[in-house]
């Protein structure tokens, strides 16, 4: 088996352990798959975490992480490769949301999001890219298209043309499609930044993502603002001259969770090489979009790009980990005041983020505003998880992952504000008819000193 992903972390994983169980087959990606050690601590029935939503929702063991565990161990200790792709397996797979949950709150830390990745680059080593994971992929280039925009304003509109696109990309004709902004985000004409290491502390790298470039161009320019204000130059990361410059810069997440990790690599590459001097010369790299810019912590990590993704995997902070940290360093001379017209806030965390912990820094900073009484929803992922939530065949186990927590705790709270940093979580809410969330960065804003 060629492996597409580098799992050389895993070498001596089980090694020298007798009741390690490592399958036969696939080198390290098989150890990767052996840290499970079956305790079934995933098919617990408890109300907090993340993990797993597909079981939550089933309460089919198969559906665990420890069942696609099982399935995927008993696929690589076959003789016949072909073991590897059975409908079972793929169906179990397909069901893995890539939430991290697992890696977070399993006492071995079961990484299923990354086995999955590795899993769809077999599938479409072995079997090509469908169309519809094609267009999935392909998000960043698609996203350029003249008309798009209303196109998916009309196919919103349309029973037909929704029913079309099921048919033809088996997109789910009930579910609404995200709708980009009438204006994507507009980088703010900059001078170079300097790089001399006196200025690493107020001088900060935005790094704006795919989706809130195209879709909520607001949150970006709420976090430029308020950096700003903060007294931090702000300088937006854009590609090099000679790669592309009229394309933002993407993390790749599109194509590595569609199994295209050749793809993925090479937006990797082209974000490494746009950031390079900015991290060599100590420059923190500041992101808003977790799913996005934790890809930078994490995959980059497993697509052998050596020492470069290593240095930035150190330097990249979502938005509320930066101001946390500036705040323990007391660099941070912001006061927040409270926002107006706002007393209750509902606060939905993206399951990435719950993984990194970063929602302690999100709900540290809520903290900090006077007269507001906020909440975290406890709930595991919000079923859109990408593009799942919107495809026919998981439009309803997508909404019966939100109605275990998420939209009943949102129907209790009709008149409060609702706070999510996650795009796909955002677009799951609204879609259900509940008010768009807003990012982090924009309530915040609210919250800045007034200046007299």
């Known amino acids: 088996m060629k492996l597409f992903l580098d799992w050389s972390s895993y070498e001596n994983a089980g090694m020298g352990d007798a009741y390690a169980d490592i399958p036969k087959h696939g080198a ?3 150890k990767a798959v052996a840290v499970c050690i079956g305790s079934r601590q995933c ?22 992480p420890g069942g696609r565990v099982k399935l995927l161990k008993a696929a690589l200790n076959a003789e016949d490769d072909k073991a590897f792709f059975k ?3 793929a169906e179990a797979m397909a069901l893995c949301l890539s939430c991290k949950g697992c890696k977070r709150e399993c006492e071995n830390e079961v990484d299923m999001a990354l086995i999955k990745a590795e899993f769809l680059a077999q599938q479409v080593q072995r079997n090509g890219v469908s169309l519809r994971r094609r267009v999935w992929a392909e998000l960043p ?9 209303t196109l998916i304003i009309w196919r919103n509109r349309l029973p037909w043309l929704a029913r079309l696109g ?16 009438a204006q994507s985000f507009q980088p703010p004409t900059q001078s170079s930044l300097s790089l001399s290491s ?10 704006v993502d795919t989706f809130n470039f195209y879709f909520n ?13 903060a007294g931090y130059q702000v300088h937006v990361a854009t590609p090099l001259a000679d790669d592309e410059p009229d394309r933002p810069l993407c993390c790749g997440r599109t194509y590595f969770s569609n199994g295209l990790i ?3 690599r090479q937006e990797a590459l082209r974000t490494l090489a746009a950031l390079q001097d900015y991290v060599e010369a100590g420059r923190t790299v500041i992101g808003l979009e977790p799913s996005c810019i934790l890809s930078l912590r994490d995959e980059y990590l497993k697509l052998g790009l050596g020492e470069p993704a290593q240095k930035l995997a150190e330097k990249v902070l979502l938005l509320e980990e930066f101001i946390v940290r500036e705040q323990t360093a007391k660099r941070w001379p912001l006061a927040f005041q409270a926002v107006p017209g706002v007393s209750k806030l509902l606060l939905h965390g993206h399951c990435h983020q719950k993984a990194v912990g970063a929602i302690k820094s999100v709900r540290k900073l809520l903290k900090q505003l006077p007269d507001l009484q906020f909440e975290l929803i406890e709930s595991s992922c919000c079923g859109m998880a990408g593009n799942f939530g919107v495809e026919a065949e998981h439009y309803i186990d997508a909404q019966a992952m939100a109605e275990l927590a998420l939209f009943p705790a949102l129907r209790a709270e009709p008149e409060a504000l609702l706070v999510s940093n996650g795009f796909s979580c955002r677009e799951q809410i609204a879609g259900a008819g509940f008010a768009k969330p807003l990012h982090l960065a924009q309530v915040l804003c609210l919250a800045l000193p007034s200046r007299d």
């Not at 098919?43 to 665990?64: A, D, F, I, W």
């Not at 280039?141 to 925009?149: K, S």
């Not at 006196?198 to 790094?207: G, Y």
């Open 28 to 30: 390290d990606y098989a």
């Open 43 to 64: 098919e617990q029935h408890n109300t907090k975490g993340v993990m797993c939503p597909s079981y939550r929702v089933s309460q089919n063991p198969g559906l665990s």
């Open 87 to 89: 409908a079972d397996l």
């Open 141 to 149: 280039r698609v996203l350029r298209w003249p008309g798009l925009r």
């Open 166 to 181: 099921e048919s033809l990309l088996d997109i789910s004709a009930k579910a609404s499609l995200p709708v980009p902004a």
């Open 198 to 207: 006196e200025l690493a502390d107020k001088q900060v790298v935005l790094l």
């Open 217 to 229: 161009p607001a949150a970006a320019e709420a976090a430029q603002k308020l950096l700003n204000a």
């Open 262 to 264: 050749d793809k993925a």
